[in-house]
């Protein structure tokens, strides 16, 4: 039963990890001002990544008629709900990874980690890390479809 809120539940979790993140920065801030637009810009960015992200998810399975969260694991690649959570999740790993190989992304989040670190990560390590993540992120996700992990449970 509680599945049900599990996107709301999430949205909860980012908006206070969102405040936790605000409150750890403050030092950082104090301590050197030029860090303030960064710490903004984060906090910005975790807010509106905290309720966006599961409310076109939680949209999503609604349209798609899914009960649970798990429909993105869903081989119904003929309901356009399941194609558009795989569409938007490989649009948002390849935007991913040209932020921060080909933009701005690593100079940025080496400089956000001097929020929380006394030594800021390095862009190499930050490309690194990201990219690891992304792949195993998609290493889960195919595993995950090829398994039929989920419950293929449409509402009809």
Known sequence: MLIRYFWAVCAVWGVVMTVVIRLRARPAVVADPSLKP???GLVRTFMILSIAAPGLMASLQHLGGFRDPFFIYSREFTNPAVLATVIIQVAGWFGLLWWVWLGQGAQTISVCSRLFRSQPLRPPIIRLLVTF????????????????????????
């Open 133 to 156: 993540m992304v792949s195993a992120s998609a290493v889960s996700r195919v595993i995950g479809i090829a398994r039929g992990v989920g419950p293929n449970t449409v509402a009809r």
């Open 38 to 40: 960064y710490a903004d």
